[in-house]
């Protein structure tokens, strides 16, 4: 696998391609409420083929800072709740279907599960007290956790095609762990996109994709990155390296001009050597998958975060004991 292919963020993936909008691809900047986004929309199947990425949105919405007072909390929470509505609509009509993925026994994968633990779902409230269902603003939500493949046997794709044609809701909504190029993105960017998912791509291990193509209604995947591979991590400490010397060198122009002509090629070999060498080591380093080490508290916080967003999105304003109450709290 080409490492630039070792994440799950489009963002990431477009700057080490260095594309734009000659190529297909657009980028926009803004911020919401404080918050920063960054909107990509690719519009070709050439741009698409060459970041590895289907033609769609991809939002991040940055976390740097959300969880350093209720303030910037609250406003993170907003901020995702409005992307998400652009996408998901605001008609309490249209019915949702919330997928966990990934598995709730081991921390850096548990996003998914953990977020669907703190949902509001509605579906059984509609067809068994409906008097309850419509005393509020409530959309038709359901959520389930298929597992992973090495616990079940089945893949997450084919049960999730397969509940969903007994729900039948209008989008499905797909919540999954992701890997980061950057340690410093590790919990603190969220991934929103409308193109689906292929579970495990950015760690190289590639699932059956989850997308309108194989469920036939609307997949919007969220995500959340918790993990770097060992040799991604490897190559950026590399980089990062590389071009301190390059600053340090900056007053021999013709010296620093030597050593970093063609930089890019310079990446590419030492790529091969670092993953030769973790790969041939005896610990297996090549295989790593690198996380924080307070991750069980890092990702507690992001579930409950990515929760509270899509209560806001999926349901119309409710009150906190009403919340309270949906969630059996």
């Given at each position: 696998?080409d490492?630039?292919?070792?994440?799950?963020?489009?963002?990431?993936?477009?700057?080490?391609?260095?594309?734009?909008?000659?190529?297909?691809?657009?980028?926009?900047?803004?911020?919401?409420?404080g918050?920063?986004?960054?909107?990509?929309?690719?519009?070709?199947?050439?741009?698409?083929?060459?970041?590895?990425?289907?033609?769609?949105?991809?939002?991040?919405?940055?976390?740097?800072?959300?969880?350093?007072?209720?303030?910037?909390?609250?406003k993170?929470?907003?901020?995702?709740?409005?992307?998400?509505?652009?996408?998901i609509?605001?008609?309490?009509?249209?019915?949702?279907?919330?997928?966990?993925?990934?598995?709730?026994?081991?921390?850096?994968?548990?996003?998914?599960?953990?977020?669907?633990?703190?949902?509001?779902?509605?579906?059984?409230l509609?067809?068994?007290?409906?008097?309850?269902?419509s005393?509020?603003?409530?959309?038709?939500?359901?959520?389930?956790?298929?597992?992973?493949?090495?616990?079940?046997?089945?893949?997450?794709?084919?049960?999730?095609?397969?509940?969903?044609?007994?729900?039948?809701?209008?989008?499905?909504?797909?919540?999954?762990?992701?890997?980061?190029?950057?340690?410093?993105?590790?919990?603190?960017?969220?991934?929103?996109?409308?193109?689906?998912?292929?579970?495990?791509?950015?760690?190289?291990?590639?699932?059956k994709?989850?997308?309108?193509?194989?469920?036939?209604?609307?997949?919007?995947?969220?995500g959340?990155?918790?993990?770097?591979?060992?040799?991604?991590?490897?190559?950026?400490?590399?980089?990062?390296?590389?071009?301190?010397?390059?600053?340090?060198?900056?007053?021999?122009?013709?010296?620093?001009?030597?050593?970093?002509?063609?930089?890019?090629?310079?990446?590419?070999?030492?790529?091969?050597?670092?993953?030769?060498?973790?790969?041939?080591?005896?610990?297996?380093?090549?295989?790593?998958?690198?996380?924080?080490r307070?991750?069980?508290?890092?990702?507690?916080?992001?579930?409950?975060?990515?929760?509270?967003?899509?209560?806001?999105?999926?349901?119309?304003?409710?009150?906190?004991?009403?919340?309270?109450?949906?969630l059996?709290?």
């Amino acid at each position: 696998m080409d490492f630039t292919q070792r994440s799950d963020l489009a963002t990431e993936i477009i700057k080490i391609k260095k594309t734009d909008e000659k190529d297909g691809i657009l980028t926009e900047e803004f911020t919401s409420n404080g918050i920063f986004i960054n909107k990509i929309t690719v519009k070709t199947e050439n741009a698409a083929k060459n970041i590895g990425k289907p033609c769609g949105t991809y939002i991040t919405v940055d976390l740097s800072g959300a969880f350093s007072s209720d303030e910037t909390h609250t406003k993170a929470v907003d901020a995702i709740a409005e992307e998400l509505k652009e996408l998901i609509g605001e008609d309490l009509s249209d019915s949702a279907m919330i997928v966990g993925l990934g598995n709730s026994e081991l921390t850096s994968d548990a996003i998914g599960p953990q977020t669907v633990s703190g949902l509001i779902v509605t579906r059984h409230l509609k067809q068994h007290l409906p008097e309850v269902y419509s005393a509020m603003p409530l959309r038709e939500t359901a959520a389930f956790l298929p597992g992973v493949l090495g616990h079940t046997g089945i893949e997450s794709a084919e049960t999730v095609k397969a509940i969903a044609k007994i729900v039948e809701p209008k989008v499905l909504i797909i919540i999954d762990a992701l890997a980061s190029r950057k340690v410093d993105r590790l919990c603190s960017t969220v991934q929103i996109s409308d193109t689906g998912i292929s579970p495990g791509s950015g760690v190289g291990n590639d699932r059956k994709e989850i997308s309108e193509k194989t469920v036939g209604i609307p997949v919007i995947a969220i995500g959340i990155p918790t993990v770097v591979d060992a040799t991604t991590l490897a190559l950026d400490l590399f980089e990062e390296a590389s071009k301190r010397i390059r600053e340090e060198k900056s007053g021999d122009t013709k010296k620093a001009a030597e050593i970093f002509e063609d930089f890019d090629k310079l990446s590419n070999e030492a790529e091969q050597i670092i993953r030769k060498v973790l790969s041939s080591s005896e610990s297996g380093a090549g295989e790593m998958i690198v996380t924080p080490r307070d991750i069980d508290v890092i990702v507690n916080k992001s579930s409950r975060l990515l929760s509270l967003a899509l209560n806001k999105a999926l349901h119309g304003q409710l009150e906190q004991e009403e919340i309270n109450a949906l969630l059996g709290q």
